[in-house]
């Protein structure tokens, strides 16, 4: 397999799963401004959508979309346990979450990372992350994880966005589950493969 990715952006998420299931795979690294591979390739042939992660499995077929992504990684090595059987509520949680990661963390911090982006949209960007940083405090209390004491698919997508807080100087301090629960993530090996790969640690 071949995960196109850019270091310490979102595609980490699948990079983590990746090494969580000890899956080979070669990272290709993109220049999401010139939409240009190392060699000089177009990632635009690859992934037409122009942004990351695109994940080209064995069989020729390309993913795109971290949900979509991780969901056919853990349904394809069901031994893991990385995500319940359909129909059970387990499963519908962990989706839930990835949903959330998505529409609610992921896309409240693009802002912060637009140049272009007025101070008060990002402010008010600031503003959304801090009530969802609070909502997820609270949903962690007493868990070990997103979906109860067992490590889903849903954890390095909240684990890679929660990274960003260091980028943008957000002190997770006052929500004392999540700044454990970041913490708790980042010893993972898994986490630790993923982000060793990348240079970022």
């Known amino acids: 397999m071949k995960l196109y990715y850019t270091p310490g952006a979102c595609p980490l998420a ?3 799963l990746l090494c969580e299931l000890g899956l080979p795979h070669e990272l290709v690294k993109v220049d999401l401004k010139t939409k240009k591979l190392e060699d000089g390739g177009d990632y635009l042939a690859i992934n037409p959508k122009g942004y990351v992660p695109a994940l080209v499995l064995d069989s020729g077929e ?3 979309e ?3 992504i991780v969901q056919y990684l853990a349904d394809t090595h069901p031994d893991a346990g990385l995500l319940a059987a ?3 509520i387990e499963r519908t949680r962990a989706v839930e979450w990835l949903t959330f990661a998505g529409t609610e963390l992921h896309r409240s ?3 912060l990372f637009n140049p272009a982006a007025s101070d008060d949209l990002k402010q ?3 503003d959304r992350l801090a009530q969802r940083f609070g909502y997820l405090n609270q949903a962690l209390e007493g868990k070990a994880y997103l979906v109860g004491e067992r490590f889903s698919v849903a954890d ?6 929660l990274n960003w807080t260091f ?3 957000i002190d997770l301090a006052p929500w004392s589950n999540l700044a454990a629960y970041h913490q708790r993530l980042a010893q993972r090996p898994s986490v630790q493969a993923a982000m060793r790969a990348q240079g970022l640690i």
């Open 14 to 16: 699948v990079h983590i």
């Open 62 to 64: 390309t993913l795109t």
């Open 66 to 68: 971290i949900p979509a």
């Open 86 to 88: 359909p129909a059970t």
């Open 109 to 111: 911090f693009s802002p």
């Open 124 to 126: 008010a960007s600031r």
């Open 156 to 161: 390095p997508y909240v684990f890679t966005i």
């Open 167 to 169: 980028i943008q100087k």
